[in-house]
């Protein structure tokens, strides 16, 4: 599986995925947090899932009772939190930035 | 008419794109998510509209699906690694419209610059230019210029026994003499004439 390509936007939705690695996220939550619009947001979180770095669901809850449609949930796997986090660091070694890369955060929890 | 505009007609297209902005929203995305993959659809219709009941507001949830609408192409070439045939097509007479303009502007820049150069040269393509975007003058029935009282007019000459002549000829004359009309009323030997003004001017 090749990587995706790198982006800003990119790698601005890793960073967000990789605050709270355990805890799933909906795109317009993502895109919220990174800054970002929806038109750039979808294309890269397809990127991210077909080379594996993203898994994703759709939650299950009563759409009625909750009066709105299902949202589909996004998640790093090992794998592309190991790489998010090495390519965040290269970058931000790169731009001779002040480290971004949050650490592991074991207490985030699912939905 | 511009107050009209500003406190009733403007007012009322903003309610209206309240009201119905969400229908639109959820059309439009559903339209969108036909042009990704067959095996994609159902699940992108599913995320997107759950997406779209997240965004407060009608006329944000408009905004929303547009831009979603506008990464149709992107999320396509994500999902599959490659561009799909309507998008190649797309770009492809996109880059010969973009062609023709730069090299429309570079002719009518050079052609510019050699009238600039050529005050003569000039004056003709403005006459020429004229020539092709006025309209003739409308002919009028009362002029002192013979010239302009002749009028091309569709006649057929005919008699009993034979077909009908379609010709135009011009009426009016330049002089005292009989014109080319009348001189063709006689030779043709035709027992009656008539006469299609059709649209004058």
């Known amino acids: 599986m090749h990587d995706p390509r790198m982006t800003l936007q990119t790698l601005a939705i890793l960073k967000v995925l990789l ?8 795109g317009l939550d ?16 397809a990127r991210l899932e077909r080379a594996g ?7 299950d809850i009563d759409e009625a009772a909750e009066g709105r449609r299902k949202r589909r949930y996004y998640q790093l796997t090992g ?4 790489k998010a986090r090495q390519i965040l660091e290269a970058e931000t070694r790169r731009l001779s930035l002040p480290s971004f890369v949050p650490g592991p955060n074991p207490s985030g929890a699912g939905p | 008419m511009k107050d009209i505009f500003l406190w ?6 903003l309610a209206e794109a309240v009201l119905v902005g969400p229908w639109i929203a959820e059309r439009l995305l559903r339209w969108g998510t036909r042009w990704l993959p ?16 997240a965004v407060p507001g009608s006329l944000f949830k408009l905004g929303f699906a547009i831009r979603v609408l506008l990464s149709v192409p992107a999320t396509e070439r994500a999902l599959t690694g490659r561009d ?8 492809r007479l996109l880059d010969l419209a973009a062609t023709g303009l730069v090299m429309a502007v570079m002719a009518f820049t050079r052609l510019g610059g050699q009238l600039r150069s050529n005050p003569e040269r000039a004056e003709a393509f403005e006459q020429r230019i004229k020539q092709q975007f006025t309209r003739p003058p409308k002919p009028s029935w009362t002029t002192d210029d013979p010239e302009k ?20 000829v011009e009426l009016g004359n330049k002089s005292d003499e009989p014109g080319p009309a009348w001189k063709l009323l006689e030779e043709s030997g035709a027992e009656y004439l008539r006469l299609d003004f059709g649209r004058i001017g």
């Not at chain 1, 993502?30 to 800054?35: C, L, Q, S």
């Not at chain 2, 799909?84 to 770009?91: D, G, R, S, Y």
């Not at chain 2, 091309?152 to 026994?161: F, T």
């Open chain 1, 19 to 26: 605050s709270k690695p355990l805890e799933p996220r909906y």
């Open chain 1, 30 to 45: 993502i895109a919220r947090e990174a800054g970002l619009k929806g038109g750039t947001l979808y294309p890269a979180l």
């Open chain 1, 53 to 59: 770095w993203l898994t994703s669901f759709q939650e």
């Open chain 1, 79 to 82: 794998v592309g939190a190991t």
């Open chain 2, 8 to 13: 009733v007609v403007l007012p009322l297209i």
């Open chain 2, 38 to 53: 067959e095996e994609y659809r159902e699940r992108y219709t599913a995320d997107w509209l759950g997406e779209l009941d």
């Open chain 2, 84 to 91: 799909a045939l309507w998008v190649l097509i797309t770009k």
């Open chain 2, 149 to 168: 009282a002749l009028i091309p007019v569709n006649v057929e000459l005919a008699n009993e026994s034979e077909e009908a002549l379609p010709v135009t």
